[in-house]
């Protein structure tokens, strides 16, 4: 082998080897969303104090990588280099609290400040189905329980509503419109959560909309 060789080689292998060096870059994303408003008749004097458990979500999605669907529908990707904030179901318990709670007025009881003797709506989440295919759709099937919990009342006596709601968004390629068809997913299910919440604690015939 030639001298000019050798260095045109030695050349082709640094480059090589300085492309393996370089790390990836790794993108963070997230499901809360501040800017939800207020729904008609909430009332600011006497907050509304809850309680939202670990939200469920198929075992396959419990890490903090975004997961897609091939567009073989035997077949997933779990994206490396795009990333929630957290572990994606404590990631989705976040989102609902703090956008429940926004909406609502209320007090999150996980973080103290509970009023003595006022009713407690405990709200669990679980998220049935979660398919989001690059360039076609994301599909969310949601259901959740919603429990007043009265001091000294019996389970079998304590108010309850139980919903589901199933959404569709059509996304590009992007995997931003993912997290933002998620995101609007998300908004779409506190919304109704909390107009439950609101019917119960005002005594009117809690219904699902959905």
Excluded at 62 to 89: C, G, H, M, Y
Excluded at 152 to 177: E, F, H, R, W, Y
């Amino acid at each position: 082998m030639s001298l000019t060789k050798s260095r045109a080689l030695i050349v082709v292998l640094a480059i090589a080897l300085a492309a393996c060096a370089t790390p990836a870059t790794v993108r963070f994303y997230t499901l809360s969303n501040q800017t939800q408003s207020k729904p008609a008749g909430v009332s600011n004097t006497t907050p509304i104090a809850i309680e939202v458990l670990p939200v469920r979500v198929p075992e396959r999605l419990k890490r903090p990588q975004l997961v897609i669907t091939s567009k073989s529908v035997s077949q997933i990707k779990i994206l490396e280099q795009d990333r929630w904030s957290s572990a994606f179901n404590d990631e989705l318990h976040d989102a609902f609290v703090s956008g429940i709670t926004n909406q609502l007025g209320a007090i999150d009881i996980s973080r103290g400040g509970r009023v003595a003797n006022q009713p407690i709506y405990r709200i669990s989440i679980n998220l049935q189905q979660f398919n989001a295919t690059l360039g076609e759709q994301v599909q969310t099937n949601f259901v959740w329980t919603i429990t007043r919990l009265n001091a000294g009342t019996s389970s079998g006596d304590m108010p309850s509503l139980s919903c589901q709601s199933i959404i569709s968004k059509t996304v590009t390629s992007d995997i931003n419109a993912v997290v933002i068809s998620l995101q609007e997913a998300v908004a779409d299910v506190t919304k109704a959560i909390s107009t439950n919440v609101t019917s119960l604690n005002t005594g009117r015939n809690a219904t699902c909309n959905n």
